[in-house]
Structure formats: C-alpha cells, structure tokens
C-alpha cells in the first residue's frame, strides 16, 4: 500500500529489466525475486513494472482485502488533487516525494509543472529499479530529479546533493510522504522521521501525508497487514488519531484528516467507494 505507480503505463515488462541494467551490472542488487512495496503498487494500479514476486504478494493482498485496487487508484487521486491544491492555492513550486515509487502517468512533476513550468521536484524511492526508470524519464528535465535513498534516512534525504542542488530550503517546499509511513514500523519511529524533515522546512512549508488504517474496516484490512507482512513487506496500519500525531508541528488545511477518496473530491459522495472500500486517510499540514 504505497502511492508509486508506472511512469509509462505503455512501458513492457521487458523495459524494467533494461532501464534497470545498468544498476545491475553496477552491482547494485535490484532482489526481482523479492516483493517490493513500490512494485506491488504499480501492478495495483494496473502497470507492467513489476514482477512475479510482486504480483503474486499483490494477489494475496487483493485475497483478503479484494477492494484494495479501489483504494490504491483512490489514493492516487487524492496525490493529484493535493499537488494541485499545493501549486493553485498554497503557492508550492518545490516538492520532496518520498517514496514515489515507479513513475506514471499524472506524476507530481507533470501536474505541478502543469500549472507553472517552474515547478522544481525531487522524487526520492529506495527501489534501484525506480533510480533507473526515473532517471531514463526525467533525463531531459532540469527541474526534476529522483534518488536513491530510505525515508528512515531523513538527513540523507535532505542533504543529498541533487536535493540541494535543486531545492531551496529557505523558501518554502511541500513534502510528500504518501502511502509511505505505514511501511515503518512503531519501532522504526514514524513520529521522529517526519520531525526531522519538518526541522529542516521553512514557514510556509506543507506536508502531504497518506496512510493505510484498520480503524474503518479492521478484518479485511487488517488481513492485508498479516498479508504483505507475510510475503516480506512491512507494513503496520494505523488510526486516524496516530496519523494527526504525524502532522505535530504543522496547521491542517481544511478538511483535515479524511479518507482519501473524500479529500476535497469533486465527485458526488453517491458516486466514491465506501470507506470501508478505502480504508486509507490522507491530508495535509502548513507549517507556521
């Protein structure tokens, strides 16, 4: 349950594995015989960069939670509609997305750019194979960039020579941690993480946060916890008042906290999936 997706729905299987090779031969260990959380979404959202492993983890997901495509395209939906708020209305021309994951289509690069061409983003992911599409994508893009690098590792994040290269830190920047926070575990401190980015944000700044919970519908998605947590991949559900705890330090815009298909949609309530459908909050904070 992370927000990354396809960058090019159109791109084969094959492409991964070549956009991929030259961080292969490099050394770099890309483990396509392991799920990752940034695949198993791109094959939820219906993309080709993923692989067995990944689909077969995803499978047993959708098993226990069989509307959990519904909440993975719900919450790219509620990604743009908060990169469009950013760039309309709070006046955002920089973003940090961590764990972006695979590129695709409606990045947040190409709706912010949308509205101003100016607009500057750094996608960060742990993934090698998302550094290598990222890079093969973005290459002709000055204004946007992506790195290897853990969200666990806030410093390095920060301080990584292509995000300061491209990043003004003295001036305001939007960071989005979307669908990424449920992958760390309590003892891995959540809490502490976004802290440590917020302590090198400038007033003004926004945090976009989304999270996977148990509260609405607790069997079915807690059997997409005990699913992916028994393919490999961490993942630790968390209610409502734990995620405004996420946001210490930072103003929520209005609507606050909702589920994410709700988060200033457009489309009649009669229309969205049930919240049980979802299960997944989102919102986002403005730093004084």
């Known amino acids: 349950m992370t927000h990354t997706g396809n960058m090019h729905d159109e791109t084969a299987p094959g492409a991964a594995e070549g956009a991929a090779g030259a961080q292969e031969s490099s050394g770099a260990s890309l483990r396509i ?10 094959y939820l959202l219906g993309g080709k960069d993923n692989y067995p492993a990944d689909q077969s983890a995803a499978e047993k997901a959708v098993s ?22 950013l760039v309309e209305e709070a006046g955002i021309r920089q973003f940090l997305d961590i764990g972006s994951g695979l590129p695709t289509a409606h990045n947040v690069h190409q709706v912010a750019q949308a509205h101003d061409p100016s607009a500057r983003v750094v996608y960060v992911d742990n993934d090698p194979i998302v550094l ?37 830190f003295t001036q305001p920047v939007a960071v989005l941690a979307v669908a990424i926070l449920h992958f760390l575990s309590d ?38 916890q005990t699913a992916y947590r028994a393919q ?6 968390r209610d409502r008042s734990a995620l405004t ?12 906290i909702q589920v994410v298909s709700d988060w200033r949609s457009t489309v009649p309530e009669a229309e969205r999936p049930s919240h049980a459908e979802v299960s997944w909050y989102g919102g986002i904070g403005r730093l004084a």
């Open 132 to 168: 290598a599409h990222g890079r093969a994508l973005l290459s002709t893009d000055e204004r946007t960039t992506v790195i290897q690098t853990d969200i666990r590792d806030p410093r390095g994040i920060i301080e990584h020579p292509e995000t300061q290269a491209l990043l003004d």
């Open 33 to 42: 015989g392991e799920a990752h959380s940034a695949r198993m979404y791109d």
């Open 187 to 224: 003892e891995e401190n959540p809490g502490g993480v976004v802290e440590q980015l917020r302590g090198a944000l400038a007033p003004g700044s926004m945090l976009v946060l989304s999270h996977a919970t148990a509260e609405i519908s607790p069997s079915t998605a807690l059997g997409v």
């Open 245 to 256: 705890d996420l946001f210490d330090g930072f103003e929520l815009v209005d609507p606050g």
């Open 64 to 85: 226990a939670f069989p509307t959990l495509r519904t909440a993975a395209r719900e919450n790219r939906k509620f990604l743009g509609r908060a990169v469009r708020y």
């Open 232 to 237: 490999g991949v961490p993942l630790t559900l």
